[in-house]
């Protein structure tokens, strides 16, 4: 069972990455998925979330109009559009699983936005 982020890297202000994760070894479609990320020196904060079906969505207000979360079920990946990026998108970006209690993480992938 596992997660794997993908899609990371050194992208300058203003440009564009998409973010991949990738599940293994569970029911991908019956999970809720999210986006959460931590920069150096702080806590890891929320960024977006999808439910199991894709029908909702949700944003922190830091990212909304810039980010997008989507889900492909039948290739088991949730992703993360971001574009805009500003230097305090600067952070490790790490999915999450979760279903009532139950959560897990992914690994991480670094973005890192700096001319």
């Known amino acids: 069972v596992q997660l794997v982020e993908s899609g990371g890297g050194l992208v300058q202000p203003g440009g564009s990455l998409r973010l991949s994760c990738a599940g293994s070894g569970f029911t991908f479609s019956n999970y809720a998925m999210s986006w959460h990320r931590q920069a150096p020196g702080k806590e890891r904060e929320w960024v977006a979330t999808?439910?199991?079906?894709?029908?909702?969505?949700n944003y922190a207000d830091s990212v909304k109009g810039r980010f997008t979360i989507s889900r492909d079920n039948a290739k088991n990946t949730v992703y993360l559009q971001m574009n805009s990026l500003k230097p305090e998108d600067t952070a490790v970006y790490y999915c999450k699983r979760f279903r009532g209690t139950f959560s897990s993480w992914g690994q991480g992938t670094q973005v890192t936005v700096s001319s």
């Open positions: 999808i439910t199991s079906v894709g029908s909702t969505t």
